[in-house]
């Protein structure tokens, strides 16, 4: 799909442009980008890491930009103004948003895991990727933030990482409507709250993210969450939960135990007790995005015994 095409990214240093870039380099594109950061000498490690890849860089006055072989990707901090976009119009170089492209990528794989919600898209995310690698799936990811787990001296921005299985996973964005162009096989969705959009529009892009999902793994816990798996969930759906209630969540943690840097809980599943979860990050919090991501890597095929592992 994309091996031996030419990418160029305008603001390539972005959160949400790099990961994507490094992505494509992976899959055997042609990437070259400029950003503004690069020229001020900002990051310098940031770009390092990008050359490590194969990837050149170009001062952000147009001279990247040479034909309409090129297909340019901005950032949405990039004006239209920029030298680099004035030559892609000049040129005319295809111009698809980073949205519709990751959309196409996400949708042209096998197995597809989105991960919504107003918060902790992110971690959730992160967690999937590290289930995922340890149980050999091999995963493409997609990360707004840098995984930790899988930082290291040589990878220090891992916010991507370049697999040759068949699972493809992506935390996708309500904030500019761009969860639309997605196409879940499992959709996650954490919780759904005021922020970027009113209510009514939150409920109607979450809604439809998680309907056209084969399955939705949902936070029961989260009104409003729960309110759009009533209405909108396909046929397979599953909910997680912190200490609910009897009854209340198909996968529920009980007996926490806080520390000062890691939490731990009992897992429940179906009623029946899985065993304890040790993590290695504080916070009720990330009760909750660990049991989304052990929900949906079961869901993806992952043995619940081997994803507590």
Not at 44 to 52: N, S, V
Not at 142 to 156: C, D, E, H, L, R
Not at 264 to 280: C, I, K, N, P
Request: charged share 15%.
């Amino acid at each position: 799909m994309v091996q031996g095409k030419s990418y160029f990214f305008v603001g390539i240093g972005g959160s949400g442009m790099m990961p994507l870039a490094m992505i494509l380099a992976g899959r055997g594109a042609r990437v070259s980008g400029s950003d503004r950061s690069l020229d001020s000498g900002r990051v310098p490690a940031k770009f390092a890491a990008l050359e490590a890849l194969g990837i050149a860089l170009h001062p952000q006055d147009g001279s990247g930009i040479t034909g309409d072989g090129q297909i340019v990707i901005a950032s949405a901090a990039i004006e239209q103004t920029v030298p680099d976009m004035v030559a892609a119009a000049r040129v005319g170089a295809p111009r698809p948003s980073r949205a519709e492209l990751l959309s196409q990528l996400f949708n042209a794989s096998r197995v597809r895991i989105g991960v919504a919600g107003t918060s902790g898209k992110s971690t959730v995310t992160g967690m999937i990727a590290w289930i995922l690698q340890a149980c050999g799936r091999d995963p493409t990811v997609m990360n707004g933030a840098v995984m930790k787990n899988f930082a290291s001296p040589t990878t220090p921005f891992a916010s991507a990482l370049v697999g040759r299985g068949d699972v493809f996973v992506s935390e996708v964005d309500e904030s500019d409507g761009s969860i639309a162009l997605y196409r879940p096989t499992i959709a996650v969705l954490n919780n759904v709250s005021h922020d970027h959009k009113s209510m009514e529009e939150l409920r109607v892009l979450f809604g439809d993210f998680i309907a056209c999902a084969e399955r939705a793994m949902v936070n029961q816990d989260d009104v409003e969450a729960m309110a759009i798996h009533a209405a909108r969930a396909p046929a397979v759906s599953g909910t997680f939960s912190v200490e609910g209630g009897a009854g209340r969540g198909e996968m529920v943690a009980t007996n926490i135990v806080e520390q000062p840097f890691a939490i731990a809980f009992d897992l429940v599943d179906g009623g029946v007790l899985a065993g304890r979860v040790q993590l290695q990050v504080p916070g009720r919090h990330n009760v909750a995005n660990a049991l989304a991501a052990l929900m949906a890597t079961t869901h993806a095929g992952v043995g619940l015994r081997e994803a507590m592992t």
